[in-house]
């Protein structure tokens, strides 16, 4: 992630005296085999959030994020959820309102520092790799924000780099080029980058585009177990497909036009009711083992 400079943010109000609490924690906790204080501070916390270009693109969003959960931000292609992305990393600042991320609040404090404590997998990243680039110097880069090696590499650097290859499951392709690595291999060397730097918030923005989906379910199974870790980061998921909710993920954040929806335990925003809402069609939500999938009801005089 590049370094760049950031104005603060034209509007800043004072903190709520009351955040959004979301149901759950204790569930998410017990999941990702740690218990967090009620009273933990929170990962992210947006108050009254707004962003306003030529027109609207987020109004009014709230939403907390607890120590302890892991959270998948949901909606349809224009919901927000990139933009709120953009929003939370210092890429897009906010018009009105608050941000305040691993205890460090937007317009306060230099983001370009913060963005060294928050991994993004995402496909901005993914097309910045060179063809010619390994896993074992993809993952190298991640100590200092670079795509790929540059200069010397310290034995320590080395040493951890070998050990993240391990644990992102990439230990027989550490040499191969990155072009000939499929896309699956590729998601799990760039958590590998984004783990180098040792965040303790790591977002990943739509990870599953482009995968079939068995290298889907491969790639989901590596996201549930590298959560159970020992001191994983907290994860955030963004997606518009139900079906890569995983169970370690306990909360939701269910976005429509630009604004929030419902937010809180899955078990609560994840209904056949809001989902319709928030797709604008007659949706089906079905739960089996712990996973999620949706039927879409076709409607009369839709063009496709």
């Not at 540059?150 to 993240?164: F, H, I, N, T």
């Not at 990870?207 to 159970?228: I, N, T, W």
């Not at 890569?244 to 937010?263: D, M, N, Q, T, Y």
Request: a positive charge; hydrophobic letters at 40%.
């Amino acid at each position: 992630m590049s370094s760049t400079g950031l104005p603060a943010s034209r509007s800043t109000p004072a903190a709520p005296k009351s955040v959004h609490r979301n149901p759950g924690a204790s569930e998410s906790a017990r999941l990702n085999g740690r218990v967090e204080a009620d009273d933990a501070p929170p990962v992210i916390t947006v108050s009254k959030l707004r962003v306003e270009r030529e027109a609207v693109i987020l109004d009014g969003i709230e939403w907390a994020v607890k120590r302890g959960q892991h959270w998948v931000i949901l909606g349809a292609n224009g919901s927000g959820k990139t933009s709120l992305l953009s929003t939370l990393t210092g890429y897009m600042p906010p018009s009105a309102g608050e941000i305040s991320v691993l205890g460090e609040t937007y317009g306060r404090t230099d983001w370009r520092e913060l963005r060294k404590r928050v991994g993004i997998v995402s496909s901005s990243v993914h097309q910045l790799v060179e063809g010619h680039q390994t896993p074992l110097n993809t993952i190298i880069g991640g100590r200092h924000a670079i795509i790929g090696m540059w200069g010397d590499v310290r034995p320590s650097e080395r040493a951890e780099a070998e050990k993240l290859l391990q644990q992102v499951e990439a230990v027989t392709i550490r040499d191969r080029p990155w072009r000939v690595l499929s896309q699956g291999e590729r998601q799990r060397v760039l958590i590998g980058r984004a783990l180098m730097a040792h965040p303790e918030l790591l977002i990943l923005d739509e990870p599953c585009a482009g995968l079939d989906p068995v290298a889907r379910e491969h790639f989901l199974q590596f996201v549930a177990r590298l959560a159970k870790t020992r001191h994983a980061p907290t994860l955030i998921l963004v997606t518009h497909h139900v079906e890569e909710i995983i169970p370690v993920f306990s909360h939701v954040l269910l976005l429509r036009k630009g604004g929030v929806l419902a937010a809180g335990a899955k078990g609560k925003v994840l209904t056949s009711r809001l989902l319709s809402h928030a797709f604008d069609a007659s949706v089906e939500l079905r739960h089996q083992r712990g996973r999620y999938s949706i039927m879409v009801s076709a409607s009369v005089g839709a063009v496709i």
